[in-house]
C-alpha cells in the first residue's frame, strides 16, 4: 500500500518540528492553509470593492437607517368642472407642497376616492352632473372622516353656508379668495382632521 501524504495544519506541523528540534521551512504550508490564505484575500478584495460600490436598488443599505424619511404630502381632491380653475387650484396647491387629482365631476370624484383616497377635498357647488350641496351628502356617507371645502362662484351667500355646514362641510368658501387664506383654511382643515 502506497503511503499517502495528508496534508497538516501549521500547529501539527510547529509541534512535530519542536520535537525533532527542526526549524520550519517558509515553503511547508499545507494545501489547506493556502486555500484559506486565498480565500481570505478575496474576501478582503470583495470587501473593498462592497464599499466602493453604490447599493443596488432592492438590496438593504444601512444609510436607510441615518436618512430622514420624507414627510407624507397631504393629497387633495378638487372637484370643479371647470378646466382652468382646477389647473390653477392644483399648480398652486403642487408649489405649496400638496399632491393632488382633480375630476371634473361628482361620478368621478367618487372614483377617484375609491381607487386613491384624499385627506381633504375642495368641492364647487355648482357642478353639472349633480349639485355640489346634495353630492355633499353622499359623500359623507362613504368617507364621513374627510374633511370637504366647499368654493363657490357666487361669493357669500348666508343661507348656501349654513346648509354645507349642516351637512358637514369643513369650511366654506369663495373661489375669489386670497390663495393665501385659501391655504390657510386647507392647513386647519387637515390639522382639525388629525385631532
Known amino acids: 500500500m502506497e503511503d499517502r501524504k495528508r496534508p497538516f495544519s501549521r500547529q501539527t506541523i510547529l509541534k512535530l518540528n519542536q520535537k525533532e528540534n527542526k526549524p520550519m521551512k517558509a515553503n511547508q504550508l499545507t494545501l489547506a492553509e493556502t486555500q484559506t490564505d486565498t480565500s481570505k484575500e478575496s474576501s478582503n478584495t470583495n470587501i ?12 438593504f443599505s444601512i444609510m436607510k437607517f441615518f436618512t430622514k424619511p420624507e414627510p407624507k404630502k397631504n393629497k387633495i381632491l378638487i372637484v370643479d368642472d371647470e378646466d382652468l380653475f382646477r389647473n390653477t387650484c392644483s399648480m398652486i396647491l403642487e ?23 384624499a385627506d381633504v377635498v375642495l368641492l364647487d357647488v355648482e357642478m353639472p352632473d349633480e349639485d355640489g350641496l346634495t353630492f355633499l351628502k353622499r359623500f359623507k356617507v362613504c368617507h364621513p372622516n374627510v374633511p370637504v371645502v366647499i368654493l363657490t362662484g357666487r361669493g357669500y351667500d ?3 353656508m349654513q346648509t354645507a355646514l349642516e351637512r358637514h362641510a369643513s369650511a366654506y368658501m369663495s373661489k375669489n379668495t386670497d390663495i393665501e387664506i385659501m391655504m390657510l383654511t386647507i392647513k386647519q382643515v387637515i390639522k382639525q382632521q388629525q385631532q
Open 48 to 59: 473593498q470593492k462592497q464599499e466602493n460600490t453604490p447599493a443596488k436598488p432592492g438590496r
Open 95 to 117: 408649489e405649496a407642497g400638496c399632491e393632488t387629482t382633480s375630476a371634473s365631476n361628482t361620478h368621478e370624484a367618487m372614483h377617484l376616492m375609491e381607487s386613491s383616497p
Open 158 to 160: 348666508d343661507d348656501l
